[in-house]
């Protein structure tokens, strides 16, 4: 007897195409991510938030882009369907044309990566592997938030790897966030010994 598949989630590029045919000068957080809410969890949101840190930014920059994922990985965590944004967040606004043409870099390779992406190794996208994104996402999104030099790319893609994971329902793809998630630790651990030998050696000059 053959089994049903389970349908892939929603398309994450389709919204995001229909949310860059906006014309305001600028959107809020709020607006940005209603579009996304009750499609498939907090994925598509997760996503959606990451995009600003997984380009190349200032020092200092990803702290602050970083900061509502700290609110939206927790909740994750909790099972939650639905964001909640504290109000101040929610009324914070930003350019729509620079994120338009930020949507725009983007589509072309998350649009390849939906293609692929296909219902497979459930139990790391059902409700305990979901949690389990979250707690890892949350971690990401800390690591983001702290004065790391140069510790943004990792974190981030790993970061768009657990939410189109859990969007198109694809533990493969979570997989690979996992892979960068250990990559990312690696490498912060490297930089960080690194710190405390220039440290070390110019404490001992003194």
Do not use: C
Not at 11 to 21: I, M
Not at 171 to 196: F, K, M, W
Request: overall charge positive; proline content about 8%; aromatic content about 4%.
């Amino acid at each position: 007897m053959s089994h049903a598949r389970a349908p892939a989630g929603p398309s994450l590029s389709g919204t995001l195409r229909n949310l860059a045919r906006s014309r305001r000068a600028r959107l809020s957080l709020g607006d940005l991510v209603a579009p996304f809410e009750g499609q498939g969890g907090l994925g598509q949101v997760l996503f959606v938030l990451a995009l600003p840190v997984l380009v190349p930014l200032p020092p200092g920059a990803s702290m602050i882009l970083a900061l509502p994922l700290l609110i939206v990985a927790p909740q994750i965590v909790a099972g939650r369907d639905r964001l909640w944004l504290p109000g101040w967040l929610a009324r914070r606004t930003f350019d729509r044309a620079a994120f338009t043409k930020l949507i725009g870099r983007v589509l072309p390779l998350l649009e390849r990566i939906e293609a692929l992406g296909r219902p497979r190794i459930s139990g790391l996208t059902g409700p305990l592997g979901a949690r389990a994104v979250g707690v890892a996402a949350s971690l990401m999104a800390l690591v983001l938030v702290l004065p790391i030099p140069f510790a943004n790319l990792l974190p981030a893609l790993a970061l768009g790897l657990f939410a189109l994971g859990l969007t198109r329902r694809d533990g493969l793809l979570v997989l690979g966030g996992y892979a960068l998630l250990g990559l990312a630790g690696a490498v912060i651990d490297l930089g960080a010994q690194g710190v405390l030998m220039i440290v070390h050696r110019l404490a001992g000059r003194m």
